[in-house]
């Protein structure tokens, strides 16, 4: 009987360790507070507009005393940056690196929560043969300030990579740094082993979906239902890109001895309008990446070679920046207007429960083709629906990935409640992803029409007239 006791008292504490968790899940969604435009709304406004989100964390690429200023005592975690321009002087004049450091992090801190200081951006890849060796030394020297302040623990020194510092990537177990970049590279990771401090690198699936513009692309780049692409090295089947390229810069850390090192995705997100020749910006594509992707970190799956955790990941971006140079696109990232309202609702408001994302991507062609692909909602050949049946459920032996992605999904539409399978919620225990995602699954078969093609799930979900609930859940359904 105290065994019995003590195994209840055990499962109540993990719930509630569980909610606690959930509660502050949000600290690893945050966003690129960007300035090129000439619309922007006042810095005050845009504080109360952060604060009315569950964004928990703002990258500027400056370091703008306005807005440090303006996130004071908020509990906004701050990333400020030093500009490429910064790097000779930085890198040539300790005296200059301590300016620096009392200037933007000491004349704040700590009412101003600032976390990292980037030291450039996309330096390495840049081909700037002036520039690439003086990164390091001027990371060192502000770092070397930090320390003086004694902030070296509380305040980390990074810079920004575009994905092109790897020389391999497909398949994710593949991935290599090129050895362009070796000894420069080996240096900074070794820098960031000793400081304890990310490498920050910025995925963007929407460009993979440019270079291979076929509908199963854009699902598996959207986190929407897709075959997967299984890994040929370490047989691991990916049902996303965004894990994918995670993945690979993962399998590059270790392939060169430096595991141990955070990975932090600064930048990632999706235009939502560009030009005409752009393939892939649109409305429903933009909403539908960010969405699942939020709601994706929100699972805490991880990636499948980081599970159970959600690397800190910064969205691009809270507005457009309108005099940005570039395609139309590059103008067209961001999830807020100038007068504050969503450019469209990815659920990041704290009065939103789940995200929404559309069912059907929607992605422009190019103006050459007369076509918009598109990914099927609808298989080619349904799922017959079994006479009486009246439960959507996974089919026996799905693997966890396919699932975690059925669950990302479901839970990601809208009028989609997905609390019941939450820390605390009826449907919680047994906490496995199969039993949550069975839940889930069948939710939205039940609320988007309960017809053969909504209990699919890209071939692994059947329809069964078998009450799955249990206990106190309750799986909604009913003869048909």
Not at 320 to 342: A, C, N, Q, T
Not at 368 to 382: H, L, M, Q, S
Request: hydrophobic share 40%; glycine share 8%; proline share 9%.
């Amino acid at each position: 009987m105290a065994t019995q006791k003590l195994s209840s008292f055990f499962l109540i504490f993990l719930v509630l360790l569980q909610s606690l968790s959930s509660a502050e899940s949000q600290a690893f969604i945050g966003v690129n507070y960007g300035q090129l435009a000439d619309n922007l709304p006042p810095v005050t406004e845009t504080v109360k507009l952060i604060q009315s989100t569950r964004i928990e964390k703002v990258r500027l690429y400056g370091a703008d005393p306005a807005i440090i200023k303006a996130l004071a005592n908020t509990g906004i975690g701050i990333v400020i940056g030093a500009a490429n321009g910064d790097i000779p002087a930085l890198a040539s004049d300790p005296n200059y690196a301590g300016q620096w450091v009392n200037s933007n992090v000491l004349a704040y801190y700590p009412a101003s929560k600032i976390i990292v200081v980037t030291v450039g951006n996309e330096v390495v890849t840049s081909g700037d043969q002036n520039l690439i060796p003086q990164l390091l030394p001027a990371m060192q020297n502000v770092q070397n300030a930090l320390n003086a302040a004694s902030l070296g623990g509380k305040i980390k020194v990074s810079t920004v990579h575009a994905m092109s510092i790897l020389s391999q990537s497909d398949p994710p177990s593949s991935g290599l740094f090129s050895p362009v970049f070796g000894d420069t590279l080996k240096a900074l990771l070794q820098f960031h082993k000793e400081n304890g401090s990310p490498l920050m690198i910025n995925p963007y699936p929407f460009f993979a979906y440019q270079s291979d513009p076929r509908p199963e692309t854009l699902a598996f780049c959207l986190f929407q239902p897709n075959a997967g692409r299984v890994d040929s090295g370490s047989g691991i089947k990916y049902m996303n890109m965004f894990d994918a390229q995670v993945d690979a810069i993962h399998s590059a850390l270790n392939a060169w001895g430096f595991k141990e090192v955070q990975i932090v995705v600064a930048e990632t997100g999706w235009p939502y309008k560009g030009d005409p020749n752009e393939v892939g910006p649109s409305v429903d594509n933009a909403k539908a990446y960010n969405g699942n992707l939020i709601n994706h970190l929100r699972s805490m799956v991880g990636t499948p070679l980081m599970p159970g955790i959600s690397v800190d990941t910064y969205i691009f971006a809270l507005y457009d920046e309108d005099l940005k140079p570039g395609p139309g696109s590059e103008r067209s990232f961001g999830l807020f207007k100038p007068d504050l309202s969503v450019t469209y609702d990815v659920g990041l408001s704290k009065n939103a429960q789940t995200p929404t994302a559309p069912v059907t991507p929607v992605s422009p062609a190019p103006a050459t083709t007369p076509t918009t692909p598109t990914t099927p909602v609808t298989p080619v050949t349904p799922t017959p629906k079994p006479t009486g049946a009246a439960w959507c459920m996974p089919k026996p032996g799905t693997p966890d990935a396919e699932l975690q992605a059925n669950l990302d999904y479901a839970c990601s539409q809208a009028g989609i409640d997905c609390t019941p399978i939450q820390a605390g919620g009826a449907c919680f225990e047994p906490n496995t992803v199969a039993s949550h995602a069975a839940y889930a699954m069948n939710l939205l078969y039940q609320t988007a029409g309960r017809n053969p093609w909504n209990c699919d799930f890209s071939q692994t979900a059947a329809l069964t007239s078998t009450n799955p609930s249990y206990g106190g859940c309750t799986y909604p359904g009913g003869s048909l």
